[in-house]
């Protein structure tokens, strides 16, 4: 088995993300939407770059994106983390590989924070970001109401936050 190699997502690996997302998605213990939705929805939700896919063989296995969390101009270096592995490909090695070049890209494309906010009982994805350096912030007690699935209800969700240690640490000039 070859190593997990990560590349730029492309308009070409739509369909693998949207699968990939779903899946997490049918989990219950990913996101509080109910669908993927279209690549014109998703496109339209992140920021146009960083994003990344990972595969293995020529099979996408993962992938990760940022989202904007303001369109003010003194949060143009904040993003919020998206990360997904498809099913059966946990525990590869696939979130690492994602998790590290999302924050190695990040960083050089200017970005000093990260955040991510994760349900509390997805313990292995709160884990995989402490490992890259996202630190707690705290727990968002009930933050939304999850319509469907096994934990169907209010949902806490864990806040964290990334520091950049070369980015965004003087004044700009």
């Known amino acids: 088995m070859s190593a997990v190699a990560v590349r730029a ?3 070409g690996d739509a369909g693998a993300v949207l699968r ?3 899946q ?5 213990n990913a996101s509080y939407a109910e669908s993927a939705g279209t690549w014109a929805e998703f496109d339209a939700g992140k920021l146009k770059a960083p994003r990344l896919v990972a595969e293995r063989d020529g099979e996408l296995l993962g992938w990760a994106a940022l989202s904007a969390i303001s369109s003010r101009p003194c949060y143009a270096g904040v993003a919020e983390t998206a990360i997904y592995i498809a ?9 690492d590989a994602l998790l590290k070049a999302l924050v190695e890209a990040s960083e050089a494309a200017g970005f000093w924070s990260l955040q991510t906010m994760i349900f509390t009982d997805n313990v292995a994805s709160i884990r995989l970001h402490e490992k890259y350096g996202f630190q707690p912030l705290g727990v ?8 469907f699935g096994p934990w169907k209800g209010w949902r806490d ?14 004044d700009p000039e």
Do not use: P
């Open 9 to 11: 997502m492309t308009e």
């Open 20 to 22: 990939i997302y779903q």
């Open 24 to 28: 997490g998605i049918d989990t219950g």
């Open 87 to 95: 099913n059966g490909a946990q525990g590869m090695g696939v979130g």
């Open 140 to 147: 968002r007690k009930g933050l939304g109401y999850m319509t």
């Open 157 to 170: 969700v864990a806040f964290l936050e990334r520091r950049s240690a070369t980015i965004g640490i003087s």
